[in-house]
């Protein structure tokens, strides 16, 4: 049903148990069915997909920190035998941390 101005009209629900049984009575089933249906999924892909790019923005970001720190140690004017030392600590204390993100693990390797 529409008013004057096209807007919904609403039922003016009486707590009392004949107002609830009438309220009750007008629910078109079907509309309600197909709301929800709708409502549903909607929220479930929503929610899916906000949960899936914090997933990746966090894999992202320890991927970006690996090349960071891998960048910093090479870049330090060691020879190749130092530096390489320094690059598999990394590479094995990042690369854990990549893996627990990967997993959910809140556990990480701290750099030394």
């Not at 090479?74 to 190749?80: C, D, E, H, L, Y």
Request: glycine share 8%.
């Amino acid at each position: 049903m529409r008013g004057e101005n096209s807007h919904p009209i609403y039922y003016e629900v009486r707590f009392t148990d004949s107002g609830i049984r009438e309220y009750i009575a007008n629910i078109d089933a079907e509309k309600f069915k197909a709301g929800w249906e709708y409502a549903s999924k909607y929220t479930g892909t929503a929610l899916a997909s906000l949960k899936g790019e914090a997933y990746g923005s966090k894999v992202e970001n320890s991927i970006k920190e690996m090349q960071k720190h891998l960048s910093e140690k090479v870049a330090s004017g060691r020879t190749i035998n130092q530096d390489a030392g320094f690059a598999a600590e990394i590479w094995h204390t990042d690369t854990f941390n990549l893996m627990a993100e990967l997993d959910g693990s809140e556990f990480r390797l701290l750099d030394a």
